[in-house]
Every structure is written in structure tokens, then in C-alpha cells.
């Protein structure tokens, strides 16, 4: 190797370690746990002694029907595609916790739903729904564990959460346990909806049936 063309690899060298080429996405160093997001105000979600097990992004519509013109829309329930983003949270929490504002406002195409980079590449986890009896279900079909779940804490989603493409605003952060007396849930036993984005209804119906909205959420599950 000619003392010229050693220099040049070493010049070429330092410039790609100091800038970069753009578009390439920076993960963060790997943590060992993430943290459960907080939205800072005076109240908090129910704490659990739980372990993590994986954080999913949601992406679908809230439903709500309105019984008359001007009436207020009462919540119906949900349905949603679950990504599995456990391995993106490990890596890079904070641009996870972007993730949910971002996908609410891509419509849906005829095939399901469209998700930004890096969450374009995530895996189907699992669907939620909620059963005929409005029980809320998660139903994580990747790794054979559901959860039928009855809420035991929400609080609202913070001032400045995405408002979805309504704008009516970000539903409420929820925790969910197993429900007592029900169908035995397998695998899962605590479910929190944090970093919410949209899902709001108007304040009133402007027509009669269902409403649906688009929203989207991280899902952490634990057992």
C-alpha cells in the first residue's frame, strides 16, 4: 500500500465516521428493560409486579354509536392490528414512542394498515377486539397467549398528544387486568395503552349508527 493511497483511506474513513450518510436510522445503545411511559401530569396508572413480556404497536379505529342527531357518542369498543415492537423498544424507546403519531395519520389501504419506517418492517403480534359481551380481548396469535381483560385504571393522554386526523384528540391511557370469572386468559395477565394517538369521538353525533376513528397506541403486555 502506496503512502498516498493510506492516506486517502484514513481521509475517507474519518469523513463517513463524521457525517453520516443520511436517511441510515441510528438505534440507540440496547437496554436491558424499557421503562413504561408516563405522562407527567398528577395521576398515574396502577403499578404492577408483573414482568414485561412485549410492547405492541396498535393501529386501528375506535367505535361509537350515536342513538340520535346532537347526541353524545358512547364508547362501542375497539379493533385494532397489534405490531410487535419489543425488539424496537429495546433499541430505541424513544423513537418508538413516536411510532403512534405518526401511523394514525397514514390512511388505510384496502389491504390493512400502512405503518412509517422503521415500523413498516414489525410483525402481526396479534389483533384486539372486543368479544360479544364487550369484554376486551387481546389476542396474541404470534405466540398462542390472549388476554381478556376489565380496566382498573385510565387516565387522560397528555395535553399535546397527536390528535389523529379528526382531531378530536388522544383517547385515554388504560390499564387492563385478567378479568375475574371469564375465560381463562393464557399467558397474559396486565395490559397497559400508553402513547395514544387520536380515537376521540366529536362531542356530537352528526348522524345516527356507528362511528369509527382512527387511533393509535403501544400496547404492553405483562404476565
Given at each position: 500500500m502506496t503512502r498516498d493511497f493510506a492516506v486517502l483511506l484514513l481521509s475517507i474513513t474519518q469523513l463517513s465516521s463524521a457525517n453520516p450518510l443520511p436517511g441510515h436510522l441510528k438505534f440507540a445503545p440496547a437496554k436491558f428493560s424499557p421503562t413504561l411511559p408516563s405522562t407527567g401530569g398528577p395521576t398515574s396508572l396502577p403499578s404492577t409486579n408483573l414482568t414485561l413480556q412485549y410492547i405492541a404497536l396498535g393501529r386501528g379505529i375506535q367505535n361509537y354509536t350515536c342513538a340520535s342527531l346532537c347526541s353524545a357518542p358512547v364508547a362501542l369498543?375497539?379493533?385494532?392490528?397489534?405490531?410487535?415492537?419489543?425488539?424496537?423498544?429495546?433499541?430505541?424507546?424513544?423513537?418508538l414512542n413516536t411510532m403512534p403519531g405518526k401511523a394514525v395519520m397514514i390512511p388505510p389501504s384496502r389491504d390493512g394498515y400502512d405503518l412509517p419506517p422503521p415500523a413498516n418492517n414489525l410483525r402481526v403480534l396479534g389483533h384486539h377486539y372486543f368479544a360479544a359481551d364487550s369484554t376486551p380481548t387481546f389476542n396474541l396469535t404470534a405466540v398462542n397467549k390472549i388476554l381478556f381483560g376489565k380496566k382498573n385504571g385510565d387516565i387522560p393522554a397528555p395535553v399535546g398528544a397527536p390528535k389523529g386526523p379528526s382531531g378530536n384528540g388522544?383517547?385515554?391511557?388504560?390499564?387492563?387486568?385478567e378479568k375475574p370469572d371469564y375465560s381463562e386468559s393464557v399467558g397474559l395477565g396486565q395490559v397497559y395503552r400508553v402513547e395514544t394517538a387520536?380515537?376521540?369521538?366529536?362531542?356530537a353525533c352528526s348522524s345516527t349508527g356507528?362511528?369509527?376513528?382512527?387511533?393509535?397506541?403501544?400496547?404492553?403486555?405483562?404476565?
Open positions: 369498543g375497539a379493533v385494532a392490528t397489534l405490531y410487535d415492537a419489543t425488539t424496537l423498544a429495546k433499541t430505541n424507546e424513544a423513537l388522544a383517547v385515554d391511557w388504560l390499564s387492563l387486568v387520536g380515537g376521540n369521538p366529536p362531542a356507528v362511528v369509527s376513528v382512527q387511533y393509535a397506541a403501544e400496547y404492553w403486555f405483562y404476565a
